[in-house]
């Protein structure tokens, strides 16, 4: 089994003060973990991927992340926020390859950036 | 690259009818595309996964004979929704993902298809 929990349902930051995004997951195998956002009447875009290899994940627009196993974490962060970063991100726990994936979506999180 | 398109962007029919939403991959082959639905203001949730050539595999409360998936080629998936009601009315979002490195893949989502059923 395998679950993923988005502690924040929305977030208000200052432009240019740091993001903070958090994501907590469970999984009985080594999982895949992935951040994607979602723009208002846009499709879902990576931002960036975990997948066994170095624990601090660097993805675009400036966003990186850290896959921490003792704490089963894999929080978002970006040191300063752009009203474009204004949207909803979610966190996602993949388990297995090509049709035996099990694929689980965090609730999301709705990022407000206040100028 | 890995652009994944869904037509149509938004569909509205009457109760009863059948929809049709095609998700293309356009510049990489899918071996996997994934089907999931998307209420407003809550998360996806994912109704089937299939591979090309092959049965979808359809997660657990979603009915395979009201929502059929056909993954005809490397770049198409089709889902039909049968004898749609108000109920169907949904955001479908399609993706696709292909062998990276490793075993480990990404998907790569289309724009979605918004259903209103009257």
């Known amino acids: 089994a395998q679950s993923v929990t988005q502690l924040d349902s929305h977030v208000s930051v200052s432009e240019g003060t740091p993001v903070l995004l958090r994501c907590n997951y469970s999984?009985?195998?080594?999982?895949?973990l992935f951040w994607y956002v979602q723009h208002p009447n846009k499709g879902l875009q990576l931002l960036l991927k975990y997948t066994s290899a170095a624990t601090l994940v660097k993805g675009i627009n400036g966003f990186e992340a850290e896959f921490k196993k003792s704490e089963t974490s894999f929080h978002l962060t970006k040191p300063s926020a752009h009203m474009s970063d204004a949207a909803e991100y979610f966190c996602v726990v993949s388990v297995g390859s090509g049709g035996y994936q099990k694929v689980t979506f965090g609730t999301g999180t709705k990022l407000q950036v206040i100028p | 690259g890995a652009v994944v398109s869904q037509h149509p962007s938004r569909v509205i029919c009457k109760s009863g009818t059948s929809v049709k939403i095609e998700c293309r991959s356009l510049d990489f082959q899918a071996t996997t595309m994934f089907w999931y639905r998307q209420f407003p203001k809550q998360s996806l949730m994912l109704m089937a996964t299939?591979?090309?050539?092959?049965?979808?595999?359809?997660e657990q409360g979603v009915e395979k004979d009201k929502f059929l998936i056909n993954h005809a080629s490397l770049t198409l998936s089709t889902l039909t929704v049968t004898s749609a009601h108000p109920e169907d009315s949904s955001f479908y979002i399609c993706?696709?993902?292909?062998?990276?490195?490793?075993?480990?893949?990404?998907?790569?989502f289309g724009p979605g298809t918004r259903l209103l059923v009257l």
């Open positions: 299939s591979n090309e050539g092959s049965k979808a595999t359809y």
């Open positions: 993706s696709a993902s292909s062998l990276g490195t490793g075993k480990m893949e990404t998907q790569y």
């Open positions: 999984s009985s195998y080594s999982p895949s």
